[in-house]
């Protein structure tokens, strides 16, 4: 059975390009982010946030944040339909707001809210747009929320390396190097798993 956490790491891939040769990522991942700070009982959370600093523009207009709910089943989803103020309290402050699923099938006819797109994974595992999530014009958000931002951003960047190596890229003469830190790939840090499957083909 899919799992929310299966979800999130398709998520990470998807929000993961990293600039041959560099480590300048275009996208910065942050997990389970939560409305304000505190542990108020009225906070909402979503399941993921990507920021992508490459969007361009005069003046950085095309900059984006996209928001993410993950639903694993179809009675996942219709609890979801039930409070339809419950994403609200965070898709406000966003350019995008994706619903994401393992299988589209969950998702009926005309069960998408305005304004909603729709993630799931293709043929080959990875996720696509099923239905493109259309820019919309968000509130400016406030300070409390930023940090909680910053705070998720930073929790999921230590984390990450639990769920999956970090890329890699390539230097100079297409030596390769770990996207995190580009040391000599594999990194034993950002890429643990790699670095074990090395250290045990050389004993």
């Known amino acids: 059975m899919t799992t929310e956490r299966d979800m999130l790491n398709l998520l990470l891939d998807r ?7 560099t480590i300048a990522d275009r ?13 108020a009982d009225g906070d909402r959370i979503a399941d ?3 920021g992508d ?3 361009g523009g005069h003046a950085g207009e095309k900059l984006a944040l996209h928001g993410h709910e993950v639903k694993v089943s179809r009675s996942d989803w219709l609890t979801e339909l ?4 419950k994403a609200e309290a965070i898709k406000k402050y966003m350019h995008h707001w994706w619903l994401v699923v393992p299988d ?3 998702v009926k006819p005309g069960e998408l809210p305005e304004g909603w797109g729709l993630l799931a994974p293709d043929a080959t595992g990875k996720l696509r747009a099923k239905k ?7 509130e400016e958000p406030p300070l409390a929320f930023i940090i909680s931002l910053m705070s998720a951003a930073a929790r999921t960047a230590h984390r990450e390396p639990l769920h999956r190596d970090a890329p890699v890229t390539f230097g100079r003469r297409y030596a390769p190097h770990c996207g995190v830190c580009m040391t000599a790939s594999p990194c034993s840090i950002h890429q643990p798993r790699a670095a074990a499957d090395l250290a045990s083909s050389a004993a």
């Open 27 to 39: 996208w910065v991942r942050a997990e389970h982010v939560k409305s304000s700070l505190g542990y």
């Open 104 to 106: 589209a099938s969950i």
């Open 82 to 85: 039930r409070d339809p103020n």
């Open 132 to 138: 493109s999530a259309p820019r919309l014009s968000p």
């Open 48 to 50: 993921f946030v990507a």
């Open 53 to 55: 600093k490459y969007g």
């Open 15 to 21: 929000y993961t390009a990293i600039r041959r040769g």
